[in-house]
């Protein structure tokens, strides 16, 4: 109950506050093509239920046909105010309206695709049982997801073999320790990171291991190192399809 008011005082007043700057944006947006300047994407929230995310289009008209869910920085399907939206994620602050409408949460695990969500070990389905949110721990590890995934050959698969193992580990995680007063660390954590990558990344693991999080999930969280190919929580085998295929470590 604490949590659906602090999601609703704060996604109002973060709205009204920003609406000039998303009524702008939105502007830019449609006058580049004359086309709705807002993309509604389906996602899979709390158990299961799927609902309409509500984002500035950063893309071009009909990006998701082409069955690639994965973003990276140079991908050829954003346009060129779609750069400035995702460097200043603007996009996700049009899901506000979601946190409003009750689908999301300020603070949870990133929504997925259902064809993401078809890949999840029972493990993973952990993450469909709270409302999913703006942000989170991996919202700010993995903040230069764009960067993560140029130049791979199969974006999906990358971001399977790369980011989702700990970002599903961060999610989990988070679930297990969630709480008031988190919630609100992670958003100005979130904040930071709009200004200062280092700062919100040294930030983050400062609050990973006041929660006791694992080694090898802080070493991650410090990205220092390269990411190399993991499985995914629950498994012991490295994503190589979406259509399930596995191999073994």
């Known amino acids: 109950m604490l949590k659906r008011t602090l999601d ?42 799927v609902f309409m995310m509500i984002k500035l289009r950063s893309m071009i008209i009909n990006a ?10 140079n991908d050829q399907r954003i346009t060129s105010s779609g750069h400035f939206i995702r460097r200043y994620k603007l996009d996700e602050l049009t899901q506000l309206w979601n946190v409003l409408l009750g689908d999301m949460s300020l603070v ?10 078809d890949l ?22 993995f903040s230069d997801e764009g960067e993560i995934l140029k130049d ?11 980011i989702r193992p700990w970002k599903s580990r961060l999610g989990l995680l988070y679930i297990g ?3 008031m007063v988190l919630d609100i660390k992670l958003i100005l954590c979130t904040i930071v990171a709009l200004f200062s ?17 694992p080694e090898d999930m802080i070493k991650v969280s410090r990205r220092e190192d390269d990411l190399i190919p993991f499985p995914p929580p629950g498994s012991n085998e490295i994503i190589i399809s979406r259509d399930l295929q596995i191999e073994p470590i």
Do not use: M
Request: no cysteine; net charge neutral; aromatic share 8%.
């Open 108 to 117: 949870g695990p990133r929504p997925n695709v259902k064809r993401e969500t």
């Open 152 to 162: 791979r050959p199969d974006p999906d698969i990358a971001y399977n073999q790369l």
């Open 197 to 213: 990558r280092d700062k919100a990344l040294e930030y983050a693991v400062r609050l990973l291991k006041h929660i006791h999080a």
């Open 8 to 49: 609703i005082f704060i996604s109002t007043i973060a709205l009204l506050l920003l609406s000039p700057i998303l009524i702008i944006v939105a502007l830019i947006v449609f006058l580049k093509d004359f086309h709705s300047p807002l993309y509604i994407a389906p996602r899979v929230g709390q158990n299961g239920h």
């Open 64 to 73: 998701d046909k082409t069955g690639v869910d994965s973003t990276s920085a």
């Open 120 to 141: 999840y070990t029972n493990e993973e389905y952990g993450l469909l049982t709270v409302k999913p949110g703006i942000t989170d721990f991996s919202s700010i590890v």
């Open 177 to 179: 320790h969630q709480s």
